[in-house]
């Protein structure tokens, strides 16, 4: 479905980023993966894709914290595949305190990773997009693009953020064949839930597999973590000629959590 289409996916060296690429890469999809990861890591993970699905498979390890190393990325993209057809800003991580402790510097930094991140390679993405007349831009927020939780003010502020930024690039591309989602997961059991409930675990005295039932899956009616599969199949659908009349779509991937 997606052969000769390029899907340029941040933060895909684990969890939800990785799901999504293998899902997109299934389709026929070129993939250049991205995300903070070692050499021998990033070959073993270019190969994986690239032997399992017989797609072309490139890597960028820039830290998108810094918009200099994104305008890097894009022009390894533009240069040696053409330019990404589908973009999923999909990088961000977590950190938990209280507002009156909560340290500046992870602000900062959830900010512009989770954030402003998305904002430059989308602005960097949309052209090429435009003159092409198709693109498909997924943003991954987060149940917290919707509702808030204690101790996530960063995290809270930038996926409400980026819920905004998805219905502006949704509008802005609307008749040029451009479509801007954003897919909001529950709890996935990712890498960055894992240091979540270790965190939250020391945090609140309580053993993990307490947290992972009372704290994390207490707000999620199905009591079941949502897959990096489950994921992967939406960001397919999004790129599917089924998907081309969502735009600007929040779309809840939660168990029920944001129905209560
Ligand atoms: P993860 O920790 O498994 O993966 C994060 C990815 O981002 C990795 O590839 C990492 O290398 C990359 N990354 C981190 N810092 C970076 C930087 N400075 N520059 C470039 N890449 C960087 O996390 P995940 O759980 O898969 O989360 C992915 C996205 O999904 C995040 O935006 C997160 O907010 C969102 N999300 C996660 C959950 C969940 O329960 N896991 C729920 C809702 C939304």
């Known amino acids: 479905m997606l052969q000769g289409k390029t899907a340029l996916v941040t933060g895909s060296t684990s969890g939800i980023g990785l799901g999504i690429a293998k899902a997109l890469a299934k ?3 070129d993939i250049v993966l991205s995300g903070l990861a070692s050499d021998a890591e990033a070959d073993a993970l270019k190969s994986e894709l690239s032997d399992s699905f017989g797609v072309r498979v490139g890597f960028s390890g820039a ?18 595949f053409g330019g990404a ?3 999923v ?20 930094l959830i900010i512009s990773l989770n954030l402003s991140a998305a904002f430059h390679t989308t602005r960097m993405a949309i052209s090429g997009m435009k003159e ?13 693009a919707l509702v808030a939780s204690p101790y996530k003010a960063a995290y809270v502020a930038a ?15 609307a008749e040029h064949g451009v479509r801007c989602n954003a897919i909001c997961p529950g709890y996935v059991y990712t890498p960055l839930v894992e240091g979540q409930v270790a965190d939250t675990a020391k945090a609140r005295g309580m053993t993990e597999e307490e947290v992972k039932r009372d ?23 999004l790129c599917s000629a089924g998907g081309a009349s969502m735009n600007g779509s929040i779309i809840q991937m939660d168990g029920g959590w944001t129905a209560q």
Do not use: C
């Open 215 to 237: 704290v994390l899956l207490a707000a999620q009616p199905t009591k079941e973590f949502v897959t990096t599969e489950q994921i992967g199949d939406m960001a397919v659908f």
């Open 89 to 108: 800003n999909n990088a961000g991580v977590q950190h938990v305190a209280p507002i009156e402790d909560f340290p500046v510097s992870r602000w900062d």
């Open 63 to 80: 830290n998108l914290t810094d918009p200099d190393a994104i305008e890097g990325m894009m022009g390894y993209v533009a240069r040696d």
């Open 159 to 173: 996926k409400h953020g980026i819920a905004g930024l998805t219905k502006v690039v949704a509008l802005e591309g």
């Open 132 to 144: 092409k007349g198709w693109g498909r831009i997924i943003n991954t927020a987060s149940a917290h």
């Open 27 to 29: 389709q026929g999809a």
């Open 85 to 87: 057809d589908i973009l």
